[in-house]
């Protein structure tokens, strides 16, 4: 028999070979190196879900915000009968909307109690909606933001129309 095939009769070797080898094999199960990026790509799509989320409830907000100062302005001006430009006073207000994340804005400017008198109320609403995912380009996910401000008429109106526009 030749050396080579005696070795493979002898039985495998026991003691501190044997242990060490189950060391070295336990030490590689143990072994957490590239788990931190296993479990960062598993959260990973829903910390961007999250952050894409709030950002565009931040630009809802502020879009909020920008329509009831937008509607504030336009009943001071009407309410003490101004129109700040040569145009209608509702188009000089969606002139004035700096929200790019609305579409359709409309202004309205109505008398509540149906006369214009001084001392009579007059109402201005500013709508427009927003899309909440603009990338994906779905129709059904637009809402309606509404900012709306009511002032009693310090003058009679002459330099603007009640109206939509």
Sequence with gaps: MSTSAREQLQPPPTGIYTARRGVHTRAR???ERGAALVEFALILPILVLLVFGIIQ????????NDETHLAN???????VNENPSGKSLQEWAKSQADSKALSGQTVCITFPNGTSNIGDPVEVKVSGSIEWLPVLKIKATKTLIEGKADMRLEAPPTA????CA
């Design 160 to 163: 603007y129309k009640a109206g």
């Design 57 to 64: 409830f931040g630009l809802a907000l502020n879009s909020a």
């Design 29 to 31: 199960l143990a072994d």
């Design 73 to 79: 302005e336009v009943a001071r001006y009407a309410t």
